[in-house]
């Protein structure tokens, strides 16, 4: 849910209300309410250093080796300030570098609670030294890291092959932490000052008249008594100081809004040069294309928590969530650099030539010209510490695994989770809900999930129900349950400052709110009116919010209500860019140090409030707008504000493949857009496109004309039923998706690069998806397209269009004339997808249907495929092993059902009904044979045009171990 303009919130908050008037004259994103790099003054700072002029010198004989690091010290030749230098070897194949000061004034913030654990390092060893630098082995084969002393730089490569350089450009600065001069002065001044009037007065009434004597001569020859040069060294002081104000150093203003900085500047900065790399993904979230745009020309990447309204397409804007991961990517390799720092930070992507890069006799192991492409990556933060790794691939898959060893996995979602959502900015009331729950039902479209917005609760007050719309949430919520239907309600973490309240009232008395500079709580402007932001990097507040979520606590809630955090980032319509002033206080951190955090805190108090309420066993289904690295483990998240328009559509492709890239499979984008009223074509398209995205829920502005799918006429309907009946269908292949997703890192909806790493044609692509290894998805997102034209990946490989079962050649670029009905979607050949065709009105409702087994065989007769199944919503799969985990393999004629994972034991009534083989020849006998030696014939049809071999009814168990021979 989107902000007010700044002209609209003065009027709004004058008539002390927030209503649908006041939302209604906004229309798009006021651009000047959120800061250019030229506008932040420590963007501004460090973009303003040159390249080619690095400061900073290794002191190689502070160098200490440990069991799990490096460490030596950086000088600064300029100010002499000195740094720490750590480097860790990473089990895993990757490469830790943490940079802070040798002795700061205080500490410096270092970000928690996102790494699972620390990560486990291998020793280093030293393998060659000189004056000029060292040589350090690293884990993987024939892996150096070579470290230059002056400059300072780090140069990593396997064999002859640069792979990263770090500082090769010299931006490498570290502002440090320093007494503000003009006070410092003042104490000088006055110490000095003080001394010298005890010293005068000890003086003899001869010895003063000597002095003064000697003071007129060295006047005379043109000296300053010591009074005039304090007071002409407090003057300069005083310059300086100006000086330093004018750079926002320690206090900077942004339209009415002033951001004192007690500490004074702290940013860090850091260059890494990616030799060979033309192509890097990944810094979400932005409105933008997948492959990131270089940005020497305009503002860099902004990585900034934000409340967007209406945000705009195709530029760098901060928006709602911030993950600090980049992806590198080339034919030879993918890289990844993760920035673990949740301040502002800014992300900079330039090009250059790589040329011969290391010391001495280190320069045998470059093979490169300067002709090599290069991709420059810059990172800027306001503050904390540098701590960045390096994960050096080699593989896509690799680095997936990697960055989820460090933050951890996509957390398994509940299977009702992944079907369809009905939402919006508000149903009105009981009766409301009641009457579009019959609607899904009188147009048998299915459904899992419907949705309540701000207007449920009383007076916009979290955890209460409107007592007039909603008397009895407990009847609606349990009518419900006898569908197998769910409910999410909001709960947003600013909190209305209502002494009639009890939740304020315990987080005030508790002290769980976060402070203001001078240590009140603080307090802006949302959607309750003034209210509250509780502290949620406090543990203990979060502990408090989960035990808000138990069924004695949250009046009205049952085990079917699950939760939406919106507002995270945290929004407060009065703060300065619409969110929190800077240097509010958590604890002894300034807000400016974990701004990027606080929405994952939020999710995480909220989730872990889920789970406590039952005990520990069901898993969570929470939604939240904004989020950070290790989101992943805790739910999934949507792309915020969109608009009705074609273009909106269009860009809910790469901002869920970024979001994938990054850990972050769970994703998707309000169906029909949030705001404006989208046309009876748009929302047919946009149905068909969020069928095939990961969080699929329909969402619209409060303003916006109803629109559930039996609203825009029968053809249209007919055309959202189908595409939703779609999801539902391909609901086993998604969970176990997601499965693997959780056991691996890998994402669910992948660019195609993902899988065809060495295919250039995909570098850039980002208007069709695959959805695991086996199904391509190319969505229709023009308006009044007759036709398509999806890129068919591999050659020598085989596609199957899922609707006609048509056989297409991959490697190739392939036309597809589209009327409105048409979902262009593939399947691999090679692959095996489980579907359950009988759709019914949830997802519950199908858990005991039976499967079909779609299987599109290779140019070599071949495919493989997999099933996971387990009670599809506690943590008994993960407790208890309470799962079964099929591998289905098909080869020389034959098909089999395999255990995939021996530890999973778990029964279910569910079994396979049908087995469709696309690409098959017309058998003379099918047979099932099972493990105890029986064998009987199965049914059959075979499509001779379509080359579709059907089996009917081998009425195995999904469990069980079996076999289909085809002769």
């Not at 010298?196 to 000697?214: I, Q, T, V």
């Not at 958590?586 to 406590?612: C, F, K, P, S």
Request: include cysteine.
């Amino acid at each position: 849910m989107a902000a007010l303009s700044e002209r609209m919130l003065r009027l709004c908050l004058a008539g002390l209300t927030l209503s649908a008037l006041c939302l209604q004259q906004v229309q798009a994103v006021d651009r000047s309410n959120f800061k250019t790099c030229e506008q932040s003054s420590f963007c501004k700072r460090q973009r303003a250093v040159q390249p080619g002029q690095s400061p900073y010198r290794a002191l190689l004989d502070t160098l200490q080796l440990s069991d799990s690091r490096l460490s030596l010290q950086l000088l600064n030749e300029h100010n002499k300030v000195k740094l720490l230098l750590e480097l860790y070897g990473l089990q895993g194949n990757m490469t830790r570098i943490k940079i802070n000061e040798l002795k700061p004034l205080r500490p410096r913030f270092e970000v928690p609670d996102v790494l699972i654990r620390d990560p486990p390092a291998y020793p280093l060893t030293v393998v060659s030294r000189d004056d000029h630098g060292l040589v350090l082995s690293l884990g993987g084969p024939d892996q150096r890291l070579i470290l230059s002393a002056h400059p300072f730089r780090l140069d990593i490569m396997e064999g002859p092959e640069l792979l990263l350089s770090v500082n090769s450009r010299g931006l490498l600065v570290f502002e440090h932490l320093r007494q503000r001069k003009d006070t410092l002065s003042h104490k000088i001044s006055s110490t000095v000052g003080g001394l010298w009037d005890s010293l005068r007065s000890a003086f003899s009434s001869d010895a003063r008249k000597e002095e003064e004597e000697e003071g007129a001569e060295s006047q005379d020859a043109g000296a300053q008594p010591a009074g005039e040069k304090a007071a002409d060294g407090e003057a300069e002081t005083k310059q300086q100081q100006q000086e330093e104000d004018q750079q926002g150093m320690w206090e900077e203003t942004f339209k009415t809004h002033s951001d004192a900085k007690p500490h004074g500047p702290s940013s860090i900065s850091l260059d890494f040069s990616l030799p060979g790399v033309e192509h890097v993904y990944g810094i979400p979230e932005h409105g933008d294309s997948l492959r990131l745009k270089n940005t020497d020309g305009g503002d860099p990447y902004r990585l900034y928590n934000l409340d967007v309204f209406q945000y705009e397409l195709h530029n760098p804007m901060a928006l709602y969530g911030s993950v600090p991961v980049l992806l590198a990517h080339s034919a030879r390799r993918t890289l990844g650099l993760f920035w673990l720092n949740a301040a502002e930070t800014w992300v900079d992507i330039g090009s250059n030539t790589a040329g011969k890069t290391v010391f001495g006799k280190m320069l045998d192991y470059v093979q490169g010209a300067s002709e090599t492409p290069q991709t420059e990556v810059r990172w800027i933060s306001e503050s904390g510490i540098i701590d960045a790794f390096v994960m050096l691939g080699p593989r896509p898959a690799d680095v997936f695994a990697q960055y989820a060893s460090l933050t951890g996995t996509q957390a398994l979602p509940p299977l009702f989770a992944l079907a369809y959502h009905q939402c919006r900015w508000n149903y009105n009331d009981q009766e409301d809900v009641a009457a579009v729950d019959a609607g899904f039902d009188e147009h048998d479209i299915p459904y899992d999930f419907i949705w309540l917005d701000i207007e449920h609760t009383d007076g916009k007050r979290y955890f209460t129900w409107d007592p007039n719309k909603f008397p009895a949430p407990k009847d609606m919520l349990q009518a419900l349950q006898a569908k197998k239907r769910k409910m999410v309600a909001i709960v947003d973490p600013h909190i209305k400052v209502d002494s009639g309240y009890k939740i304020h009232n315990e987080i005030r008395s508790k002290g769980f709110y976060t402070k203001n500079k001078d240590g009140g709580d603080y307090e802006g402007w949302c959607w309750p009116g003034n209210a509250g932001y509780p502290d949620f990097t406090n543990p203990e507040m979060r502990s408090w919010w989960a035990n808000m979520f138990a069924y004695d606590q949250y009046e009205g809630s049952m085990e079917n209500l699950y939760t939406w955090n919106d507002m995270n980032e945290p929004s407060v319509f009065n703060g300065p860019e619409v969110t929190m002033h800077k240097d509010a206080l958590h604890g002894t951190w300034e807000h400016r140090d974990l701004h990027n955090l606080y929405g994952l805190y939020v999710q995480m108090a909220t989730a872990e409030g889920q789970i406590r309420r039952s005990g520990g066993v069901e898993r969570p289904f929470v939604l939240t707008r904004a989020f950070f690295a290790g989101s992943q483990r805790l739910g999934a998240v949507w792309t915020g504000d969109n608009a009705a328009e074609w273009d909106h559509l269009k860009i809910s492709i790469p901002m869920c493949l970024s979001l994938g890239l990054v850990g972050i499979s769970f994703c998707g984008a309000d169906v029909g857009g949030f705001f404006k009223a989208p046309s009876s074509e748009l929302l047919v398209r946009w149905y068909q496109t969020g069928a095939y995205q990961p969080f699929f829920r329909a969402h619209a502005h409060l303003d916006t004309p109803r629109r559930e799918p039996w609203l825009f006429g029968d053809e249209n309907m007919r055309l959202i039923r189908e595409a939703v009946r779609q999801r539902y269908t391909l609901l086993p292949y998604w969970y176990t998706l997601f499965y693997s997703a959780y056991r691996t890192g890998q994402p669910a909806m992948r660019p195609l690069w993902v899988e065809y790493p060495d295919d250039v044609a995909t570098f850039a692509m980002d208007d069709q998806f695959l959805l695991g290894r086996d199904l391509l998805v190319h969505p229709v997102t023009d308006e009044g397209a007759r036709g398509v034209t999806a890129y068919l990946p591999g050659k020598g490989q085989v596609w199957y269009d899922v609707h006609t079962f048509q056989k297409h050649s991959g490697g190739q670029h392939l036309y597809i004339p589209v009327t409105l009905s048409s979902i262009p979607v593939f399947q691999r050949g090679g692959s095996i997808v489980p579907r359950k065709n009988r759709v019914r009105r949830s997802s519950s409702c199908m858990t005991s249907d039976p499967y079909t087994l779609y299987v599109a065989l290779s140019p070599e007769g071949e495919a493989e495929g997999e099933l996971f199944v387990d009670d599809e919503h506690t943590f008994r799969f993960e407790s208890e092993h309470q799962f079964i985990h099929r591998r289905f393999v098909f080869a020389r004629g034959t098909l089999s059902s395999q255990n995939a994972d021996p530890s999973g034991h778990f029964s279910s009534d569910s079994w396979v009904e049908r087995v469709v083989i696309l690409g098959a020849s017309r058998p003379s006998v099918a047979l099932l044979l099972i493990p105890d030696g029986s064998q009987s014939p199965l049914e059959f049809d075979f499509e001779e045009r379509a080359s579709v071999l059907t089996l009917r009814k081998p009425a195995v168990n999904v469990a069980a171990d079996w076999t289909i021979l085809l002769r």
